[in-house]
């Protein structure tokens, strides 16, 4: 989340108002708010409980699927929408771009991070038969990954997987246009060599295990 707050502060000046696709509980859709000085946030998130936690927070949250609901807001509302790994989660993806560009502003910004299916793990991992990381195969177990602890222990509901030059052109599809992409470490294991080889591959986007991309409303 650091990498991505840091992106958005160098590339972004301005922001009166903003909607976090995913919002949860309302605690990363916060931290943009202190960073970039944002006047309005706005959030939306399938979960209830997430979103009475966030309008505590003082986010004006909505629940809906992003799936397939189309976003309470007018054309052209917003001037920035995040979605932090929410994406990968969504049956019907296209519906959540689509309705991100109806709502941003001409020129406005979407800012996404999601797992990434051609990480520099799942390359070398694929080679020995094992399933990729973040590529789910059952509702109650984790699957035929080599290593276990310290990940997550239950499946997240990962429904699509993506690739840096799948994500860029999928967001081209929808009118968005790529003006930067940076990779991310992993959040497990905790393994000190393992973390320093991460760090290093996170260098190169494509192969990090995590994408961060920025696009603007073209």
Request: include cysteine; charge should be positive.
């Amino acid at each position: 989340m650091d990498r991505a707050l840091q992106l958005a502060s160098n590339l972004i000046r301005k922001v009166e108002r903003m909607i976090d696709l995913g919002c949860n509980n309302g605690g990363i859709t916060q931290m943009f708010k202190e960073k970039l000085g944002v006047k309005e946030v706005y959030g939306v998130d399938i979960d209830e409980e997430a979103i009475f936690v966030a309008k505590q927070r003082g986010v004006k949250a909505y629940c809906l699927n992003l799936s397939e609901d189309k976003l309470p807001f007018p054309d052209e509302y917003f001037d920035l929408a995040i979605s932090f790994e929410v994406i990968e989660h969504l049956m019907n993806p296209d519906n959540m771009l689509r309705e991100a560009n109806r709502v941003l502003k001409k020129g406005g910004i979407l800012l996404v991070s999601t797992p990434n299916l051609a990480s520099w793990v799942n390359r070398i991992f694929f080679l020995f038969g094992y399933q990729l990381y973040n590529v789910e195969v059952s509702t109650e177990i984790i699957a035929g990954v080599p290593y276990m602890k310290g990940v997550f222990e239950k499946p997240t509901g990962h429904i699509r997987a993506f690739t840096l030059k799948a994500l860029k052109q999928l967001l081209k599809h929808h009118g968005f246009q790529t003006i930067k992409a940076i990779g991310s470490p992993g959040v497990n294991p905790k393994n000190r060599f393992f973390k320093l080889l991460d760090r290093l591959f996170s260098l190169r986007c494509s192969l990090a295990r995590r994408l961060i991309v920025l696009a603007v409303k073209s």
